[in-house]
């Protein structure tokens, strides 16, 4: 029971209950060897309330988001191309950080139960099928690493960085007390997290498999969630404006763009698509 209580207490804090509503919105993302210029802003949620946690299909051509419905939360997809909304799940439990399997067949998504019961589930996206990906593990956030190995965020105090593999069924911890962003660095076989260990954040990269860590920056003060472009660029926003930062290269945050010109500012969750040509942000809900 002080499990239960545990993860109701820590996914309210986690994802958005009674904080200020969100919308999501998808811009061109133009990134040169010297120049990024974002352009061309849709509200792909347009939806009363809180919508969040986008994440790019891999191969680019729709967004997976959580989105506010008969004040509940499930799971939307929208189409690029089309620029259409489809709702994929109808339960009576809330979802939340939808991704894309490796293998492209499923989606996974943390579902929050009315009795507080969190764990992550895998879903068809025809709705037909559904059921629990790792039993007994109250998950946060997760990152597919493989198609048979994904890292996930364990609710806990503190929280945990662990490891599962599917294929020979084990699981294993790597790293502890971390923050929510969990991403597959591009054309590594590593991972970045946030690390909370020390009295600042602190972005590192890790292996899934000996744990090795490697300091890469701080983060931007009071940012909890960052994203890669193909090439290894960190991107993160605050406020109205967006930062880039690539290990090696720049030696502090560089700001590339502001969305006050678009009447947008609270910037939190941010995703860029697999091929670099789209960025989604999450910001505040404006009142129109």
Known sequence: ????????????????FGQTDTDIYLFDFIHGDSIIVIDNPINISNNKGYDNQPSFLNDGSGVLYSSTRNEQTDIALYDIKNNVNVWLTETEASEYSPIQTPDKKYF????????????????????KKQEVLIENLPVGYHVWISKKMLASFVIGDPSSLEVSNLKYKIKYPIDKNIGRSILKIPNTELLSIISLEHEDPEIY????????KVYL????????????????????GKDDKLYKLKPGVDKTWVEFASLSAYGLNGITRIAISPFGNKLAVVVNETTE
Request: hydrophobic share 40%; aromatic share 8%.
């Open 205 to 212: 990269s890790i292996d899934p498999i000996t744990s090795e």
């Open 1 to 16: 029971m002080k499990i239960k209580i545990l993860c109701l207490l820590l996914t309210m804090a986690t994802y958005g």
């Open 108 to 127: 996974t998504a943390i579902r929050l139960e009315e009795d507080g019961n969190q764990l992550l589930w895998k879903y068809k996206f025809n709705g």
């Open 217 to 236: 920056a701080d983060p931007l003060e009071d940012a909890q969630d960052l994203a890669w472009t193909p090439d290894g660029t960190m991107i993160m």
